[in-house]
């Protein structure tokens, strides 16, 4: 990554999508209240054998004025996290697998 004066910002010698951080899960809803700023309980369960810190981020999809948000979770921890300043819809670089999207 450089800046307008081709000078080196960011370095990252390989970035290869294995996915190796999505893992299988399963969601249940423990208690739903559909009323306003009522009480919900979800659970999340992993398999017994994975470790880790893990990250949850809860939106509401109705409240979403364009189906696309620019930056997610996602985007931020493989991509802005690494990288200082403005980067134009980091998420567009995770949202499918095609050779458009894909990180160089």
């Not at 080196?8 to 209240?33: C, G, H, Q, S």
């Not at 009480?39 to 109705?62: E, K, P, W």
Request: proline share 4%; hydrophobic share 35%.
């Amino acid at each position: 990554m450089f800046n307008k004066d081709e000078m080196p910002l960011a370095e990252r010698l390989t970035f290869i999508d294995n996915k190796d951080y999505v893992l299988p899960a399963t969601f249940k809803v423990d208690t739903l209240n559909t009323e306003a700023r009522k009480r919900n309980r979800f659970s999340i369960a992993l398999a017994d054998t994975i470790m880790g810190n893990f990250s949850v981020s809860i939106t509401d999809a109705d409240s979403e004025a364009e189906p696309f948000r620019s930056q997610n979770i996602h985007s931020w921890f493989l991509l802005n996290s690494d990288l200082r300043g403005y980067i134009h819809n980091p998420a567009y670089y995770f949202q499918n697998s095609s050779d458009s999207c894909r990180l160089r």
